[in-house]
């Protein structure tokens, strides 16, 4: 059983995983990075991309997710998040406060505008996708090892 | 207006199905429709980040119940003081209800909401952050320090279950079995 | 009225995490009692005929919707999930335990 279920889900699921999960990751690097000029931002875009880890995950069994993003990297990509975010919010001191917006603020309506938000956004993107995968992998194992003992 | 009745309705209906039915996996699907329902309504309602955000937490703690609740369903016991138990809870809920509808007369009249704060971010959002989503604007930048303690909260969810569903034993595994 | 609709869906959630015994149970009483919060904070926001908050190139600021409920309605959807995936792990590790859901059996089970 246990076998079986590591080898992941019919040949269907395996062909469409392999031909969407490309692009459910690229809608979730789109919505984060145009999180200040249209509606999203960092924390939807996070939980896109760890949908994306996910559904690989759940198609073709544990072995070959982890191939891609191992636990530990998980972990440590989550507090590499946190850490860019507070660093951010702490180069505002060059300017004066906490959590100062130090760059310039440049033309409205572009990409490459209002300051340190793109870079918040990221950063909270990063956080939030490896964090939740984190605790989707913490559940998953711990079924199998449950399994295991009976 | 009807629109979101409609909607409203059809949630409250789907959290019924999902509080009363037996089968725990069907009960967790009806939870879903609840949270569809409820992105529906949030983007009648003119709030396209919170319904996007809705939608995917919805599909995203689908799959955590549907994996917590997987071939483990149990006979529903309903033995015990139930009568009592009911009218207690009933009785609660109304008491609770007739002291939120006196409530009801203090809050703004829907749909003519009192903007005092929020009008001051429109007037100048735009110039001080440069950002054209006025919710971003007011989450990374007005108020980021919600933002930040809402980091540190996940942060330690994440430890949290870590810590939880870490395997049990680990030092009972170095030393032998004796300990067991 | 419709402030009336959100509280039967919040008295629902209560309902199901006093009345319930399922663990399980229990969880999804909190999720439909943090949903019936989440839609009060927008419906407090809400302005007849507004748009949303989202400025546009070529278009005047006026009758918009107050966008600082609905920020503060994003911060607990996140925080939310994170509560959820803890009372799951809880739950997981109870069964392990007892080798049940049921609450009042957990209680007799003690020692």
């Known amino acids: 059983m246990n076998n079986e279920k590591d080898k992941g889900m019919s040949l269907i699921v395996k062909t469409v995983t392999r031909l969407t999960a490309g692009p459910i990751f690229l809608y979730g690097i789109y919505i984060l990075s145009h999180g200040h000029v249209s509606p999203g931002g960092g924390f939807v875009g996070g939980v896109i991309i760890a949908l994306a880890f996910i559904q690989l995950m759940l198609a073709y069994g544990k072995e070959s997710a982890f191939k891609k993003l191992p636990r530990a990297a998980a972990s440590f990509i989550e507090n590499l998040g946190a850490l860019m975010f507070l660093a951010l919010a702490g180069l505002g001191f060059t300017g004066g406060y906490f959590l100062l917006n130090f760059i310039g603020k440049g033309e409205p309506f572009r990409l490459f505008s209002a300051g340190i938000m793109p870079l918040y956004n990221i950063a909270i993107g990063v956080k939030v996708g490896a964090g939740l995968f984190a605790i989707f992998i913490a559940l998953i194992l711990l079924r199998i090892n449950r399994e295991d003992d009976r | 207006m009807l629109d979101l009745y409609i909607l409203l309705i059809f949630i409250i209906v789907a959290a019924a199905i999902a509080v009363e039915t037996k089968d725990l996996l069907s009960s967790v699907i009806a939870l879903g429709a609840t949270g569809l329902g409820l992105s529906l309504t949030f983007l009648v309602l003119k709030a396209p980040d919170v319904a996007i955000t809705q939608l995917i937490v919805e599909i995203l703690s689908l799959i955590i119940l549907i994996r917590a609740t997987m071939k483990e369903d149990l006979p529903f016991s309903t033995s015990g003081r139930w009568l009592v138990n009911t009218v207690i809870t009933v009785c609660f809920i109304f008491v609770f209800i007739f002291t939120a509808v006196k409530c009801f007369k203090e809050l703004p009249q829907f749909g003519y909401p009192t903007i005092k704060t929020s009008s001051a971010y429109l007037k100048e959002g735009l110039k001080d952050t440069g950002a054209t989503n006025l919710v971003s604007a007011v989450i990374l930048d007005f108020r980021a320090y919600d933002t930040l303690g809402e980091a540190a909260v996940l942060f330690t969810a994440v430890i949290g279950v870590l810590t939880i569903l870490r395997r049990k034993g680990r030092k009972n595994e170095e030393t032998g079995l004796d300990n067991e | ?111």
Do not use: H, W
Request: aromatic share 10%.
């Open chain 3, 1 to 111: 009225m419709i402030y009336l609709l959100c509280l039967i869906l919040f008295c629902l959630g209560i309902y199901c995490i006093v009345r319930k015994r399922n663990i399980i149970k229990i969880i999804i009483g909190t999720i439909i009692a943090q949903y019936a919060v989440n839609l009060f904070f927008i419906i407090l926001g809400y302005r007849r005929e507004g748009r949303s908050a989202i400025l546009s190139p070529n278009a005047r600021i006026e009758n918009m919707v107050d966008m600082l409920p609905q920020a503060l309605a994003l911060t607990s959807i996140i925080i939310g999930l994170a509560f959820t995936s803890i009372l799951i792990a809880l739950a997981l590790r109870i069964y392990e335990k007892y080798k049940t859901f049921d609450v009042t059996k957990i209680k007799e089970l003690q020692g």
